[in-house]
């Protein structure tokens, strides 16, 4: 099964100014005699065998505009390698821009090797290319710390692992140095003070190997003058996670994680400590991110009530554990300094925002401190300046200020989004079970221009499917078009997965004969409400984890590439509906030189032309109906962004020759459609060498790479 089976909610309801076009099927003409190739540039829809050649017709395009992805994931932005040249002339290497350090470019070459060249040893061209990369860099770097998304400025770390007396700082059980290790074995419970005064934010590193034993290991710190403790394999491996969160141990709180975590092998566990978050990993994994007020911490009085509160604590239960290092850094300057979050149960319909452009709308909600997740889909075809956010009990929109992750294929994105909205709870081991009760939050459309805001619904997992290689989860629940990229929630309000998509009629046949392992309430349930997609927390977990860890630069190539994408989007649409609008118009006044070609049999060469009632209708749509708006649209403007990308150095030179040449395709394609050829072959002639022309350009992009 593939993704042709399906629409996605944001494409197929939502378009407020393209409602009807969202019905249109339709395709680009075909030679006299053919059937309609839908495996051609302009369409992945349905295949002709199962729809009659009218709706196939009528289909495509509706498929050009929303369905079409342009370029894949891979992006094509990004620094290129060229050429650079020594002052003198005598040398030359072809590598690509890493970094300008003081006095030396750091260049990759293009078999990998990474080398530096002293800048006032390059030609002047290249020294001023290199300032102006540099140039680019520090903009990249300034707007994400102005939208509060920047990695923390560290102090000197202090190793804790000196410091320690095992003789003095043993509260509890066996604890030994050893090779300079710190190492605990032989009791049921063992428990450490670590003697050093924590700042108010900081970072605690530790490496350490499991040797003996399958139970927990226990690290407690401060947050706000607040104890709270992450345990690590409670329960024989069942559970991880903060314990306690308003009162509640970790497998009853929001930072529940499912996964076994430590090995026999050396692992490496960060906790990160703000004034107001939390944030735990384990061999750059992420387990736990927390956010809320140091109010609700505390420890498990049962066990830990005679125990220090203001310090470092270390403790395991009946295994042994083997600490090479142990290292705490202060945090000297953080995004999350001014992050200030209420005490109490949140309402995650609050976090939960109405994304909006002219060309649809869908949802998305916080994830992570100015982090905001949808689908790849919501965003795809609207530039990042068109693009509003509008939370519940706010009445002015805010801003995207970068995309910073897109994944076509799993249909996810995570925009920067300033803004002082609860993240979400993400369950990092993004664990369900058919049957779970969940609730699915978002914005969606009920017909007649009419939105529900912040509106939620509940049902349950029925089952795992896969399609097209990658794994989704079937919900059974009643998920209108607009409520794409919500968040799903499980019964501890963990966010455990994205809504993705929604089958149409067509496709919720093709997924019943496809998906006959599935008992009768699906397909029953299917029939009448239609089938949601989630996306799985784990890949919602991964995607963070990237956003977390990726450059400033590689961020601002990632918003490059999404706004480079739109414009070869919409050049592709503007050429194909000049096209289907050059077929309507001519079908409306040669159907008379057509039939003699067709009763003397000099079909060859001809393009086959669409019946007259369907014309009309497909005229009347492009020139006057809903859907006018939106072919304008897609015209409307694009000589300023394809400018702009001209003059970027982080597009690539052949992304720019492929953009001016896509812009020609358009050109022609609209100079064509506005004055036809009176003259049927003279018609078809023009019309299939504009086609073929298309056709080969775009071969040529994926040649190279699109």
């Known amino acids: 099964?593939?993704?042709?089976?399906?629409?996605?909610?944001?494409?197929?309801?939502?378009?407020?100014?393209?409602?009807?076009?969202?019905?249109?099927?339709?395709?680009?003409?075909?030679?006299?005699?053919?059937?309609?190739?839908?495996?051609?540039?302009?369409?992945?829809?349905?295949?002709?065998?199962?729809?009659?050649?009218?709706?196939?017709?009528?289909?495509?395009?509706?498929?050009?505009?929303?369905?079409?992805?342009?370029?894949?994931?891979?992006?094509?932005?990004?620094?290129?390698?060229?050429?650079?040249?020594?002052?003198?002339?005598?040398?030359?290497?072809?590598?690509?821009?890493?970094?300008?350090?003081?006095?030396?470019?750091?260049?990759?070459?293009?078999?990998?090797?990474?080398?530096?060249?002293?800048?006032?040893?390059?030609?002047?061209?290249?020294?001023g290319y290199a300032t102006k990369w540099m140039q680019l860099r520090h903009q990249a770097l300034n707007a994400q710390a102005a939208a509060g998304f920047s990695t923390d400025a560290l102090g000197e770390p202090i190793d804790l692992l000196k410091i320690i007396d095992t003789d003095r700082d043993r509260l509890k059980g066996n604890w030994t140095k050893e090779n300079g290790a710190l190492i605990t074995r032989g009791e049921t419970r063992s428990v450490l003070q670590v003697p050093q005064q924590l700042p108010e934010q900081y970072q605690l590193r530790c490496t350490v190997e499991r040797f003996r034993g399958e139970r927990g290991l226990n690290i407690a710190f401060v947050v706000g003058g607040k104890p709270v403790m992450a345990v690590f394999d409670a329960w024989k491996g069942a559970?991880?996670?903060?314990?306690?969160?308003?009162?509640?141990?970790?497998?009853?709180?929001?930072?529940?994680?499912?996964?076994?975590?430590?090995?026999?092998?050396?692992?490496?566990?960060?906790?990160?400590?703000?004034?107001?978050?939390?944030?735990?990993?384990?061999?750059?994994?992420?387990?736990?991110?927390?956010?809320?007020?140091?109010?609700?911490?505390?420890?498990?009085?049962?066990?830990?009530?005679?125990?220090?509160?203001?310090?470092?604590?270390?403790?395991?239960?009946?295994?042994?554990?083997?600490?090479?290092?142990?290292?705490?850094?202060?945090?000297?300057?953080?995004?999350?300094?001014?992050?200030?979050?209420?005490?109490g149960v949140h309402d995650p319909g609050k976090s939960v925002a109405l994304i909006e452009h002219p060309l649809g709308s869908g949802s998305g909600f916080v994830a992570s401190r100015n982090l905001l997740v949808s689908n790849y889909h919501v965003i795809a075809n609207a530039f990042v300046d068109d693009i509003e956010i509008h939370f519940p009990d706010r009445d002015d929109p805010l801003s995207v200020r970068q995309v910073l992750h897109e994944d076509p294929v799993r249909d996810l994105a995570v925009l920067l989004v300033e803004t002082d909205r609860m993240p979400l709870p993400i369950a990092y081991d993004g664990d369900f079970s058919d049957g779970d009760e969940i609730t699915i939050h978002g914005n969606p459309s009920v017909g007649g221009g009419i939105v529900l805001r912040n509106a939620s619904v509940t049902g349950k997992i029925v089952a795992t499917v896969r399609i097209e290689g990658q794994d989704f989860f079937q919900v059974e629940a009643t998920v209108n078009p607009g409520s794409s990229g919500g968040p799903i929630l499980n019964d501890l309000g963990q966010v455990i997965g994205v809504t993705a998509m929604k089958a149409t009629e067509e496709g919720e046949k093709m997924i019943r004969e496809e998906m006959g392992r599935l008992d009768d309430s699906f397909r029953i349930s299917s029939q009448e409400e239609g089938v949601a997609f989630g996306i799985p927390g784990k890949e919602l977990a991964k995607a963070l984890d990237s956003v977390r860890t990726q450059s400033a630069m590689t961020a601002e190539q990632t918003n490059v590439r999404h706004d480079t994408r739109v414009v070869f989007q919409r050049l592709m649409t503007v050429f194909r509906l000049n096209m289907l609008k050059a077929l309507a118009e001519a079908s409306g006044g040669m159907q008379r030189q057509a039939a003699f070609a067709q009763s003397s049999g000099q079909t060859e060469d001809l393009v086959e032309l669409l019946p007259s009632s369907l014309s009309r209708k497909i005229l009347a749509e492009l020139e006057g109906g809903q859907s006018a708006g939106v072919f304008r649209l897609y015209q409307k403007d694009l000589e300023q962004p394809i400018e702009i990308l001209r003059e970027r150095l982080d597009v690539p030179e052949s992304t720019k020759r492929h953009l001016v040449e896509l812009r020609k395709h358009a050109r022609s394609a609209e100079s064509f459609a506005s004055k036809l050829p009176t003259n049927y072959r003279s018609f078809s002639k023009k019309l299939l060498s504009l086609q073929d022309a298309f056709a080969k350009r775009i071969a040529r992009m994926k040649d190279d790479g699109f």
């Open 239 to 343: 559970s991880s996670g903060l314990t306690m969160i308003d009162n509640k141990n970790e497998q009853n709180n929001v930072t529940l994680f499912r996964e076994k975590v430590l090995s026999k092998e050396p692992s490496e566990i960060v906790c990160t400590v703000h004034h107001r978050h939390v944030h735990v990993a384990c061999n750059g994994k992420t387990l736990v991110q927390w956010f809320g007020h140091p109010s609700q911490l505390s420890l498990f009085k049962r066990y830990w009530s005679d125990v220090p509160t203001d310090r470092i604590l270390l403790g395991t239960w009946g295994s042994d554990f083997r600490f090479t290092s142990l290292t705490m850094t202060p945090i000297e300057q953080s995004t999350f300094d001014d992050l200030e979050l209420p005490a």
């Open 1 to 127: 099964m593939g993704k042709r089976q399906f629409t996605r909610p944001t494409q197929a309801g939502s378009l407020r100014h393209n409602k009807s076009f969202a019905t249109i099927e339709s395709t680009l003409p075909t030679r006299a005699g053919t059937s309609a190739d839908l495996s051609r540039p302009l369409s992945r829809g349905i295949r002709p065998s199962e729809f009659s050649r009218a709706r196939i017709w009528w289909r495509a395009a509706s498929l050009c505009i929303l369905l079409f992805s342009g370029m894949d994931s891979s992006g094509q932005t990004g620094t290129d390698a060229r050429v650079w040249k020594s002052s003198d002339g005598q040398y030359s290497i072809e590598a690509a821009i890493v970094e300008l350090d003081g006095n030396t470019v750091k260049l990759r070459k293009v078999d990998g090797e990474l080398i530096g060249v002293p800048l006032d040893r390059l030609s002047e061209s290249d020294r």
